[in-house]
């Protein structure tokens, strides 16, 4: 069964510096990767997708990278802001045939001005 | 477009009610999805649809029927609501192909008392 973990589960870092969010699943059998940023109280919006045949996407400030043989992924953000705080949510969807994500519960991401 | 809408966004119940809750895309996807998010579990995926006039089991069905009548709403029901279904539910849809990019509503927030 897949499992994905993120960690750490929160980070609290001073503008500016440049910070690494991590996700580590299960099972090395899927089809992407996918990066959401959840506000607050509220939806989900998508950051990054990362397709099987991919390594990493970038996107402004943020890079993801993918290495489905260890099970992991890094996001990649450059220079923080105040306005990047946010909770970082990764999913991945399997090739079970079934398309369905499983998400990570998240990393709490908050930069101090 | 609108992108993926759901109404209510908020939601008191006494235990035993039913309701309903709708979603509604506008991007023409195939698929839609309904997640529920509790603190600490990250998001489970309740039921999903890969087309109009099906539906299927996610990783927590039970308590929860849905219906997909119409390609554009996806149907959330609660018939007997229990305090246990307190939670932020969301809805999110995607294209039937690779890479099944997904895109979320707003949630509903619903309390059981």
């Known amino acids: 069964k897949q499992e994905v973990t993120q960690i750490p589960a929160a980070l609290s870092v001073p503008e500016g510096e440049n910070l690494v969010l991590n996700c580590s699943f299960t099972d090395s059998a899927i089809y992407n990767l996918q990066w959401f940023r959840q506000d607050p109280g509220k939806g989900l919006t998508s950051l990054l997708l990362?397709?099987?045949?991919?390594r990493e996407q970038t996107s402004g400030r943020l890079n993801a990278s993918l290495d489905k043989s260890s099970g992991r992924s890094t996001l990649y953000i450059a220079a923080s802001q105040p306005g990047d705080s946010a909770t970082y949510l990764c999913?991945?969807?399997?090739?079970?045939?079934?398309?369905?994500?499983?998400f990570g519960t998240g990393t709490r991401l908050k930069v101090l001005a | 477009n609108a992108g993926v809408t759901q109404t209510p966004k908020f939601r008191v119940l006494k235990t035993g009610q039913s309701m309903t809750l709708l979603c509604a895309q506008d991007?023409?996807?195939?698929?839609m999805y309904w997640y529920r998010q509790d603190p600490g579990m990250g998001l489970r995926l309740i039921h999903y649809?890969?087309?109009?006039?099906?539906?299927a089991k996610g990783e927590v069905p039970d308590g929860y029927n849905v219906s997909r009548l119409k390609k554009q709403n996806f149907l959330l029901g609660l018939e007997s609501a229990a305090p246990s279904q307190t939670s932020v539910y969301f809805c999110?849809?995607?294209?039937?192909?690779?890479?099944?990019?997904?895109?979320f509503g707003p949630g509903t927030r619903l309390t059981v008392t």
């Open positions: 999110a849809s995607s294209y039937s192909g690779h890479p099944y990019e997904q895109y």
């Open positions: 990362i397709q099987s045949s991919q």
């Open positions: 991007m023409n996807h195939e698929y």
């Open positions: 649809s890969v087309g109009e006039g099906t539906t």
């Open positions: 999913a991945v969807i399997a090739l079970s045939g079934t398309y369905k994500y499983i």
